[in-house]
């Protein structure tokens, strides 16, 4: 999400985040654009007929999936998110048209998508976060760093086949990459899904990302980033990401999927990938 209406604040850097990772699942994966839905500007209607509602559990995802021979389900959402001060465990991701007065109405809540997700009839699932959790506006705007409020941003219960990887711990803030106008968390995300986390001393090698090797590349990346200071954040030693994978299908990631191809682990894609989300922010 990038443009909110009711008073939210822009997502400065969303629309950068979704075209970059756009590259790197068509660019680098071998993912057909036909395959991809790309929700820009998502109203909760949106959200519900993708991710699935109470009247059709599996939304849009389940229908894609072949269930004769059942597929690999990555997914990316860019956006703000908001916590009830006196619930830790009402945890909501924010389309366009929510309002904070509202949360129950107008926002999309996050334990709705983990439970969805276990019923679309993939094989496996992953599902990147690159989102604040913010207690009111004045903490979306600017947001905190202090471990003030354990927020329960992660499946209440394991479900089967999901990883969930997300950008920010507690109070803290996402951190942006002042080099391409992205996320830091999605850079070293991308990084790694197009091939560093298979590499030494990390990774094996096999041309294949587990999602063990996928986190430990992308938290040790970020944190080291942040602590240098080489990003816009005033709590860089806080950084972290919160990761869980519920089930051992779950646990591997082949890259060229499509093509059937081994990753390239040069410099060259990674660029490409970078240029373009810089290309999108400056267009913007």
């Given amino acids: 999400m990038h443009t909110y209406l009711s008073g939210l604040p822009t997502n400065q850097y969303g629309a950068s985040d979704a075209d970059a990772v756009t590259a790197l699942l068509t660019e680098q994966l071998g993912y057909r654009k036909e395959n991809i839905i790309d929700l820009r500007d998502a109203s909760l209607a949106d959200f519900e007929r993708v991710f699935g509602s109470d009247e059709n559990p599996g939304g849009e995802i389940a229908g894609r999936i072949d269930k004769k021979g059942p597929g690999d389900v990555f997914i990316y959402v860019a956006s703000h998110g908001m916590?009830?001060?006196?619930?830790?465990?009402?945890?909501?991701?924010?389309?366009?048209?929510?309002?904070?007065?509202?949360?129950?109405?107008?926002?999309?809540?996050?334990?709705?998508?983990?439970?969805?997700?276990?019923?679309?009839?993939?094989?496996?699932?992953?599902?990147?976060?690159?989102?604040?959790?913010?207690?009111?506006?004045?903490?979306?705007?600017?947001?905190?760093?202090?471990?003030?409020?354990?927020?329960?941003?992660?499946?209440?219960?394991?479900?089967?086949?999901?990883?969930?990887?997300?950008?920010?711990?507690?109070?803290?803030?996402?951190?942006?990459?002042?080099?391409?106008?992205?996320?830091?968390?999605?850079?070293?995300?991308?990084?790694?899904?197009?091939?560093?986390?298979?590499?030494?001393?990390?990774?094996?090698?096999?041309?294949?990302?587990?999602?063990?090797?996928?986190?430990?590349?992308?938290?040790?990346?970020?944190?080291?980033?942040?602590?240098?200071?080489?990003?816009?954040?005033?709590?860089?030693?806080?950084?972290?990401?919160s990761w869980s994978a519920t089930s051992p299908r779950a646990s591997r990631y082949s890259s060229g999927r499509a093509t059937r191809k081994p990753m390239t682990l040069s410099r060259e894609p990674l660029g490409k990938l970078m240029r373009a989300a810089a290309r999108a922010k400056s267009a913007s």
Avoid at 85 to 109: G, S
Avoid at 150 to 175: N, Y
Avoid at 185 to 200: C, K, S, V
Avoid at 218 to 232: E, F, I, L, N, P
Wanted: hydrophobic content about 35%; proline content about 6%; some cysteine.
């Fill in 83 to 241: 916590v009830k001060e006196d619930d830790a465990e009402a945890v909501y991701l924010l389309p366009v048209n929510a309002k904070l007065e509202e949360l129950d109405k107008t926002a999309y809540a996050l334990q709705e998508p983990y439970d969805n997700l276990g019923k679309t009839g993939a094989r496996t699932t992953m599902l990147m976060l690159e989102a604040n959790f913010a207690k009111n506006l004045d903490e979306l705007i600017d947001p905190p760093n202090l471990p003030e409020l354990e927020v329960e941003a992660m499946p209440a219960t394991p479900v089967a086949g999901l990883a969930v990887f997300k950008a920010s711990d507690r109070d803290q803030r996402t951190i942006q990459d002042p080099e391409y106008g992205i996320g830091l968390f999605t850079r070293y995300l991308i990084e790694g899904l197009a091939g560093r986390a298979d590499e030494a001393p990390i990774g094996n090698g096999d041309k294949r990302i587990d999602t063990v090797e996928l986190y430990v590349y992308t938290s040790d990346m970020v944190r080291t980033a942040a602590r240098s200071g080489s990003s816009r954040s005033r709590c860089c030693p806080r950084s972290t990401i």
